[in-house]
Each structure stands twice: as structure tokens, then as C-alpha cells.
């Protein structure tokens, strides 16, 4: 089992930028799909960028393309999430996931999840 703990949300005004942190309690995944979600107030939580840790082309949600960059240091075991051009609509927890099983975009797959950042975005 990893125990995984986000960092780095807070309040920002729109426009403006953070980076979320997931530190995890294992050093290295050599083979794993690492995940942000997201979940609104009301809404359902759903899926902002993922990664392989083999290697691949990063996933991202159509909402936060060309805004939003995932990446992870494997040797410190800590994922990213750096979110530019914050708008109001990207108001909402944000949890970082892992999972250890193929596909990658399996949502439903993700087993461990870490604690959940508050991000605000004021407009």
C-alpha cells in the first residue's frame, strides 16, 4: 500500500497559476498510471491528467489542455500538477491516484488516493 499526500492548492485569481504536489510514501514507481482528479462542489469527481510512469504520452481532460502539465519525478516519487491560466471553473478539490494495474484510463481502477487539495479560483 502508498500513502499518497497532496500539497500546493490554495486560492488564486483567475489567470493566475499554482502547482500541486503528490508526494508519495514509496520512492519509485517503475510501473504505474498516476492520476489527478477533481471534484467540484455538487459534481461528480472526475479525471484531469494522468501519466504512465513507463513512459507515453500524458493524458489530459479536453477542459484543461494546453493549460494544465502533469509530470512526475520518479526517484523522489512525487507527482506534479502545473495548472496555468486558472479559471473560476477550476474550482474544486484535487486528489492525486495511483494504481498499479493496466490502462491507465480505467478510472474506476484507481485504489489509492491521497488526502485532496482545495484549489479556489476567483474570478
Known amino acids: 500500500q502508498v500513502q499518497l499526500v497532496e500539497s500546493g492548492g490554495g486560492s488564486v485569481q483567475a489567470g493566475g497559476s499554482l502547482r500541486l504536489s503528490c508526494a508519495a510514501s514509496?520512492?519509485?514507481?517503475?510501473?504505474?498510471?498516476l492520476a489527478w482528479f477533481r471534484q467540484a462542489p455538487g459534481l461528480e469527481r472526475e479525471a484531469v491528467a494522468s501519466?504512465?510512469?513507463?513512459?507515453?504520452?500524458?493524458y489530459y481532460d479536453d477542459s484543461v489542455k494546453g493549460r494544465f502539465t502533469i509530470s512526475h519525478d520518479n526517484p523522489k516519487g512525487t507527482l506534479y500538477l502545473q495548472m496555468n491560466s486558472l479559471r473560476s471553473e477550476d474550482t474544486a478539490i484535487y486528489y492525486c491516484?495511483?494504481?498499479?494495474?493496466?490502462?491507465?484510463?480505467?478510472?474506476?481502477?484507481?485504489?489509492?488516493w491521497g488526502q485532496g487539495t482545495q484549489v479556489t479560483v476567483s474570478s
Open positions: 491516484a495511483a494504481k498499479f494495474t493496466f490502462g491507465c484510463d480505467n478510472w474506476h481502477d484507481y485504489n489509492e
Open positions: 501519466l504512465y510512469t513507463g513512459g507515453g504520452t500524458p
Open positions: 514509496r520512492r519509485t514507481y517503475s510501473r504505474a498510471c
